[in-house]
Each structure stands twice: as structure tokens, then as C-alpha cells.
T-cell receptor
């Protein structure tokens, strides 16, 4: 059973556009992570959100954790071709580093 | 930062043979490591939890006799795919956690022909 549903699954946009990726679940998590993965490589951590309602910014990326700690969003402003990749949310139900990964959002930013 | 290294990065093997993949934490000790599998165009699926000095814990649907895991030291876990078949072809990724963060290896692409 996939506990983390991401939407959209695929997204192709023009350089300079904004986008939002969603990660939803019916479970409550103590923390949630966002990763970015390039083809043929392991995922790289972008951010960890812990507190309900928390907002974190990483340059043009804004991450938000839902108030109930069941969902999260990733917003990218003025997307660039270098943002192209697979974006994954991940969370643990056990409070350990044993992660369940979201279904993934494949982003392609066209120059 | 902490680094987790996998070896090999890619491997091609014949059906029926076994393949061993290593996962090393280079600058920290990890009592627990995790093994994931990722099929093309899909997300990562947790296969098992590798525990140093004890048996691995497998997720539902993962055959423990086919995917042998050994965590003999605090810096090394190995995954052996036994009697590999083409359907085992996948991208295998390990992770190891320090006290504050989980780090992922670069992955191993296994192709069984």
C-alpha cells in the first residue's frame, strides 16, 4: 500500500514558470523529507520539515508541511532547466530512517 | 558531509548467477542500513532493513532467500541477489543513517540477461 501520493506524476513546463508539487497521505508523520533524484543516481535530500504548518525556503524552492502533518507541498518559482529531475517526498511511520517514498513527480523544464 | 558509497555502480550478469552489491558508510558508523529497489519510471520501494550483527528485516513480498543481506560491520552492508532472473533487473539503492540524517548511495544498476 502506497501511503504517500504525489501529484502531478509528470510535469513539463517552460523555463521561468512556477509550479507546485503535492505530497498527500492519510497518515500523520513526525517529519517529512523532500528529495531530488537525477537519472542513474541516488536521491539527494533537499529539506526536512518537522512542525505542522512549517514553511522552509531553499533559494527558489519553498516547502510547506501541512498543519496536521499529513501532507506537504513543494513550490518552485521561476523554474530553470537545472531543476529537471524526479522529486520525491519521503516519510517514516516509525520515527526512524526507514522511509516510505512518495509516488514521485517527474519534472522537465524546457529552455 | 557524510557519504554512502555503493559498489558496483552497474553490473550485468547472466540468468541464474548471483550478484553482490556493497553499501559502505565512509565516515560514520551505521547500525542500520536500508535497501531499496527502483524500477524504471517508478519510485523507491523499501526491500529490507539491514541490522548490524543480526538478521535483516524484510518487507512484505520480498523473498529473503533470494535477496540475502549481510551487515557484518558498522560500515558495510551487502545485498546478494541469488539466482538472478531478468525480472530482478532494477536500480538498487542503499541508505545509511547518522544520528541526524539518512544518506543514500549512488545506486547500483543491475541488468540480468
Amino acid at each position: 500500500t502506497q501511503l504517500l501520493e504525489q501529484s502531478p506524476q509528470f510535469l513539463s513546463i517552460q523555463e521561468g514558470e512556477n509550479l507546485t508539487v503535492y505530497c498527500n497521505s492519510s497518515s500523520v508523520f513526525s517529519s517529512l523529507q523532500w528529495y531530488r533524484q537525477e537519472p542513474g543516481e541516488g536521491p539527494v535530500l533537499l529539506v526536512t520539515v518537522v512542525t505542522g504548518g512549517e514553511v522552509k525556503k531553499l533559494k527558489r524552492l519553498t516547502f510547506q508541511f501541512g498543519d496536521a502533518r499529513k501532507d506537504s507541498s513543494l513550490h518552485i518559482t521561476a523554474a530553470q532547466p537545472g531543476d529537471t529531475g524526479l522529486y520525491l517526498c519521503a516519510a517514516s511511520t516509525s520515527g526512524t530512517y526507514k522511509y516510505i517514498f512518495g509516488t514521485g513527480t517527474r519534472l522537465k523544464v524546457l529552455a | 558531509g557524510a557519504v554512502v558509497s555503493q559498489h558496483p555502480s552497474w553490473v550485468i550478469c547472466k540468468s541464474g548467477t548471483s550478484v553482490k552489491i556493497e553499501c559502505r558508510s565512509l565516515d560514520f558508523q551505521a547500525t542500520t542500513m536500508f535497501w531499496y529497489r527502483q524500477f524504471p519510471k517508478q519510485s523507491l520501494m523499501l526491500m529490507a532493513t539491514s541490522n548490524e550483527g543480526s538478521k535483516a528485516t524484510y518487507e512484505q513480498g520480498v523473498e529473503k532467500d533470494k535477496f540475502l543481506i549481510n551487515h557484518a560491520s558498522l560500515t558495510l552492508s551487502t545485498l546478494t541477489v541469488t539466482s538472478a532472473h531478468p525480472e530482478d533487473s532494477s536500480f538498487y539503492i542503499c541508505s545509511a543513517s547518522s544520528s541526524t540524517e539518512a544518506f543514500f548511495g549512488q545506486g547500483t544498476r543491475l541488468t540480468v540477461v
